[in-house]
């Protein structure tokens, strides 16, 4: 992989973190691809297309008066034209009702590929540790 891919990666997650923290959908979206597939911690199963993945963020927006992201211990690995990264991240913040949240921290995994030149999503999954004897996921868990 080379540095250039590396940095151009690691910027998108940027990108998204710091349209996170202003609430812009706007910067959220430019990292994606319109035919992102995700997998998030939100029902259904799948969502499909840029505009499934921001509606879950637009819900974000809409319980959040202040947003903060982290991601931690980003790893990429990346080849000509297909990319993967994977990294702990929380969403914390201040909620519309004045109640701060300290936030839980779940494990995403980005799929990348180069098109037209530039490195974009394609694919993300959200997800939380399973306790399998409870069917409960655990949200208490820290990296």
Same mark, same amino acid.
Request: proline fraction near 4%; charged fraction near 25%.
């Given at each position: 992989?080379?540095?250039?891919?590396?940095?151009?990666?690691?910027?998108?997650?940027?990108?998204?973190?710091? &349209?996170?923290? !202003? $609430?812009?959908?706007?910067?959220?979206?430019?990292?994606?691809?319109? =035919?992102? #597939?995700?997998? *998030? /911690?939100?029902?259904?199963?799948?969502?499909? &297309?840029?505009? !499934? $993945?921001?509606?879950?963020?637009?819900?974000?927006?809409?319980?959040? =008066?202040? #947003?903060?992201? *982290? /991601?931690?211990?980003?790893?990429?690995?990346? &080849?000509?034209?297909?990319?993967?990264?994977?990294?702990?991240?929380?969403?914390?913040?201040?909620?519309?009702?004045?109640?701060?949240?300290?936030?839980?921290?779940?494990?995403?995994?980005?799929?990348?590929?180069?098109?037209?030149?530039?490195?974009?999503?394609?694919?993300?999954?959200?997800?939380?540790?399973?306790?399998?004897?409870?069917?409960?996921?655990?949200?208490?868990?820290?990296?």
């Amino acid at each position: 992989m080379s540095e250039k891919d590396e940095a151009e990666i690691r910027g998108l997650i940027e990108k998204i973190v710091n &349209g996170l923290h !202003a $609430k812009n959908l706007d910067e959220v979206k430019e990292p994606y691809s319109v =035919d992102v #597939v995700s997998f *998030d /911690v939100e029902p259904p199963l799948q969502h499909v &297309g840029i505009d !499934a $993945k921001l509606k879950n963020w637009a819900n974000v927006f809409d319980v959040f =008066d202040e #947003v903060t992201y *982290d /991601v931690r211990d980003l790893t990429i690995t990346a &080849g000509d034209e297909v990319a993967f990264g994977h990294a702990f991240a929380r969403l914390r913040g201040t909620l519309k009702n004045g109640v701060t949240t300290p936030g839980m921290w779940v494990r995403v995994t980005y799929g990348l590929q180069k098109i037209d030149g530039a490195w974009l999503i394609t694919h993300d999954q959200v997800s939380v540790p399973l306790d399998v004897r409870s069917g409960k996921g655990i949200v208490d868990l820290q990296p």
